[in-house]
């Protein structure tokens, strides 16, 4: 099964995977830069791995320096989330977003925790508006 | 958003790539939130932190070619040379903090080095459209000067700082300055410890928003406020807010609310305080080490603590530390107040924060501080947090009196 969603543009470009699905907001500060495996032991995805997925969450937490600082952290041993699809932006996570060089993107035009399930295949083509995904059988 | 002929060249990278990128970002923000168009702004401070991601941008503008057009100042690092005599700094480490003073001072930024800038180095008027990141700075800024700014993060406002312009959005529309929780403030306050305590569970209780405090009576003073900013910016996404018939933008509750009826309240009492006050302790054990100035103090708080140390000595076996700005360390020096605490055997130090790698020495140490700030960030094992005087207390053995 596909489908194929619009959402809005925030920081361009194209990115693919398996999509990670967190209820709750995220501070990549708290992540292991050299593993990409969630640190924060009371968060939801705590010994989940965010490093190459498709990201889904509501929105970034933390003070500015330590949320930008741990995804270009991330994104310097190459394990930043290959794109992330969020509910709510603020100025922090854009430019935390712009530097690491991560799609970002918001205003999907369904729900994104009721479109997109954790393990689903999903392409963020934020330069065209548009996310597709993709759902096998299990 | 709208660009201007000139916008749009500079995002096409007609004046260099170092300017184009920091329109990239600034475009980025403004269409996340559907700002119509940018404005110009007077100055900026970017809360520079000499981390890897802050040097990855500052260098990126820098070996672009990018200047900054409008006055733009920067937090504190730390002093590389004077920490580098006193410990083993690692080399990784020193070597970004290094790499990021020389970027900023590339781009033409006000090598203030302090989370102060409001007082003496960058100073906003009333209404003024600026762009400051730094935890006190973006509420004082709001709240205490009345002038316009967002949350910003460091690379937005050193962008800002760069093209001379922000999106319009958020802080800078007057109606989204509107108080969103009312807090009716009945604990007792003090002094700067106090409203450092408060600030702290007004960021905590509400996470975010424009809160209004009411029931304070005393006019809050400088110091005051600044740690009250501070606090509640760390512990919570705090901006802006209201103390009516204190601060500048509104008189009434009513005005700062815009005419609506507040939608929460929350009553603050001695208990909230202290619940604060023993939530931020780690420990009851003697201090190691006392670090003091977070935000950096000024000249009227060193001047405290110059006074009660005078004729006292510093415990041999705990060090003293005052951090404080450039500026306000050159009137220190002169007023005396730097010989008084260094002949009690206590170091006062400039361009430095609480949190950088220079404190290394202290990895393993209890630490007291009267910064519920400082405690939060702590680069120590075990934190005491109390008032100025009890820290200074804290740091004095009696016996140094007679056996100096």
């Given at each position: 099964?596909?489908?194929?969603?619009?959402?809005?543009?925030?920081?361009?470009?194209?990115g693919e995977g398996e999509?990670?699905?967190?209820?709750?907001?995220?501070?990549?500060?708290?992540?292991?830069?050299?593993?990409?495996?969630?640190?924060?032991?009371?968060?939801?995805?705590?010994?989940?791995?965010?490093?190459n997925k498709v990201?889904?969450?509501?929105?970034?937490?933390?003070?500015?320096?330590?949320?930008?600082?741990?995804?270009?952290?991330?994104?310097?041993?190459?394990?930043?989330?290959k794109a992330?699809?969020?509910?709510?932006?603020?100025?922090?996570?854009?430019?935390?977003?712009?530097?690491?060089?991560?799609?970002?993107?918001?205003?999907?035009?369904?729900?994104?925790?009721?479109?997109?399930?954790?393990?689903?295949l999903v392409?963020?083509?934020?330069?065209?508006?548009?996310?597709?995904?993709?759902?096998?059988?299990? | 958003?709208?660009?201007?002929?000139?916008?749009?060249?500079?995002?096409?990278?007609?004046?260099?790539?170092?300017?184009?990128?920091?329109?990239?970002?600034?475009?980025?923000?403004?269409?996340?939130?559907?700002?119509?168009?940018?404005?110009?702004?007077?100055?900026?401070?970017?809360?520079?932190?000499?981390?890897?991601?802050?040097?990855?941008?500052?260098?990126?503008?820098?070996?672009?070619?990018?200047?900054?057009?409008?006055?733009?100042?920067?937090?504190?690092?730390?002093?590389?040379?004077?920490?580098?005599?006193?410990?083993?700094?690692?080399?990784?480490?020193?070597?970004?903090?290094?790499?990021?003073?020389?970027?900023?001072?590339?781009?033409?930024?006000?090598?203030?080095?302090?989370?102060?800038?409001?007082?003496?180095?960058?100073?906003?008027?009333?209404?003024?459209?600026?762009?400051?990141?730094?935890?006190?700075?973006?509420?004082?800024?709001?709240?205490?000067?009345?002038?316009?700014?967002?949350?910003?993060?460091?690379?937005?406002?050193?962008?800002?700082?760069?093209?001379?312009?922000?999106?319009?959005?958020?802080?800078?529309?007057?109606?989204?300055?509107?108080?969103?929780?009312?807090?009716?403030?009945?604990?007792?306050?003090?002094?700067?410890?106090?409203?450092?305590?408060?600030?702290?569970?007004?960021?905590?209780?509400?996470?975010?928003?424009?809160?209004?405090?009411?029931?304070?009576?005393?006019?809050?003073?400088?110091?005051?406020?600044?740690?009250?900013?501070?606090?509640?910016?760390?512990?919570?996404?705090?901006?802006?807010?209201?103390?009516?018939?204190?601060?500048?933008?509104?008189?009434?509750?009513?005005?700062?609310?815009?005419?609506?009826?507040?939608?929460?309240?929350?009553?603050?009492?001695?208990?909230?305080?202290?619940?604060?006050?023993?939530?931020?302790?780690?420990?009851?054990?003697?201090?190691?080490?006392?670090?003091?100035?977070?935000?950096?103090?000024?000249?009227?708080?060193?001047?405290?603590?110059?006074?009660?140390?005078?004729?006292?000595?510093?415990?041999?076996?705990?060090?003293?530390?005052?951090?404080?700005?450039?500026?306000?360390?050159?009137?220190?020096?002169?007023?005396?107040?730097?010989?008084?605490?260094?002949?009690?055997?206590?170091?006062?130090?400039?361009?430095?924060?609480?949190?950088?790698?220079?404190?290394?020495?202290?990895?393993?140490?209890?630490?007291?501080?009267?910064?519920?700030?400082?405690?939060?960030?702590?680069?120590?094992?075990?934190?005491?947090?109390?008032?100025?005087?009890?820290?200074?207390?804290?740091?004095?053995?009696?016996?140094?009196?007679?056996?100096?």
């Amino acid at each position: 099964m596909k489908t194929a969603l619009k959402c809005h543009k925030i920081i361009g470009g194209y990115g693919e995977g398996e999509a990670l699905v967190s209820h709750e907001p995220i501070c990549f500060y708290l992540t292991d830069p050299k593993t990409g495996i969630v640190r924060e032991k009371t968060h939801e995805l705590a010994g989940k791995n965010i490093s190459n997925k498709v990201l889904v969450f509501p929105s970034g937490k933390a003070s500015s320096v330590v949320q930008i600082d741990g995804l270009f952290k991330l994104a310097s041993h190459n394990l930043a989330p290959k794109a992330m699809i969020v509910k709510d932006v603020e100025t922090v996570l854009i430019v935390s977003a712009f530097i690491a060089k991560v799609p970002l993107v918001d205003r999907l035009e369904k729900d994104p925790f009721k479109a997109i399930k954790t393990g689903d295949l999903v392409r963020v083509d934020a330069n065209k508006g548009t996310v597709v995904v993709e759902r096998h059988k299990s | 958003m709208h660009l201007t002929k000139e916008e749009e060249q500079t995002l096409n990278g007609e004046f260099g790539g170092g300017t184009q990128k920091a329109m990239e970002l600034l475009v980025a923000i403004g269409d996340a939130y559907d700002a119509e168009k940018m404005i110009p702004i007077s100055r900026a401070h970017a809360a520079s932190s000499g981390q890897e991601g802050d040097m990855y941008f500052v260098e990126l503008l820098a070996d672009g070619g990018a200047k900054c057009r409008v006055p733009t100042s920067t937090n504190p690092v730390y002093d590389i040379k004077y920490f580098h005599k006193l410990f083993d700094v690692p080399k990784d480490e020193a070597e970004v903090a290094r790499r990021v003073m020389e970027a900023y001072s590339k781009v033409g930024a006000i090598l203030s080095w302090s989370c102060v800038p409001y007082l003496s180095e960058n100073i906003p008027l009333y209404g003024e459209s600026v762009a400051f990141s730094e935890s006190s700075a973006t509420p004082y800024v709001n709240s205490v000067i009345g002038a316009y700014t967002n949350r910003e993060a460091a690379q937005s406002a050193l962008a800002a700082g760069i093209i001379g312009k922000t999106p319009k959005y958020g802080l800078h529309i007057k109606e989204n300055r509107k108080g969103t929780t009312l807090f009716d403030v009945k604990a007792t306050l003090r002094d700067e410890f106090d409203y450092t305590l408060l600030g702290y569970y007004v960021g905590k209780a509400i996470g975010y928003g424009i809160p209004v405090l009411t029931g304070i009576t005393r006019p809050p003073n400088t110091e005051e406020l600044i740690n009250f900013c501070a606090m509640s910016n760390t512990s919570g996404a705090i901006s802006m807010f209201y103390i009516p018939g204190h601060t500048v933008e509104a008189s009434t509750v009513k005005e700062a609310f815009q005419g609506d009826i507040p939608k929460q309240k929350i009553t603050v009492t001695d208990r909230e305080l202290k619940g604060v006050y023993e939530e931020l302790q780690t420990t009851s054990k003697k201090a190691d080490f006392i670090q003091l100035g977070c935000p950096h103090y000024t000249l009227k708080q060193i001047g405290k603590v110059a006074e009660l140390l005078n004729g006292k000595k510093i415990h041999r076996d705990s060090s003293f530390w005052v951090c404080t700005s450039a500026t306000t360390k050159l009137l220190a020096d002169r007023v005396g107040y730097t010989n008084t605490i260094e002949k009690a055997g206590g170091r006062v130090v400039v361009d430095t924060c609480i949190d950088e790698p220079c404190w290394i020495a202290y990895k393993q140490k209890v630490g007291m501080t009267d910064s519920p700030k400082g405690a939060y960030y702590r680069r120590y094992r075990e934190v005491r947090l109390e008032r100025l005087q009890d820290c200074v207390k804290a740091a004095v053995n009696e016996e140094g009196k007679r056996k100096p």
